[in-house]
């Protein structure tokens, strides 16, 4: 499974944004504690990253077989 609860240097500042993965997907915007700011997907952009992320999971699945 994929780790839920990640974390994103703000482009701003710096300042860790943490924010959940499948909540970035589904169009969530998480601002950073210290200067407000937000990182967020697009809408053309969340198709693809998704996509991803599944081949991601699916490709360690294998890895975690053959052991």
Known sequence: MLNQDQKIPCPVCKTPIHF??????SG??????????????????????EETMK???DMKHKLGQGK
């Open 20 to 25: 959940d993965t499948y909540q970035l997907l």
């Open 55 to 57: 081949k991601f999971e």
């Open 28 to 49: 969530t915007q998480f601002k950073c504690t210290n200067c407000d700011s937000s990182i967020g997907l697009s809408a053309e952009s969340r198709p693809l990253v």
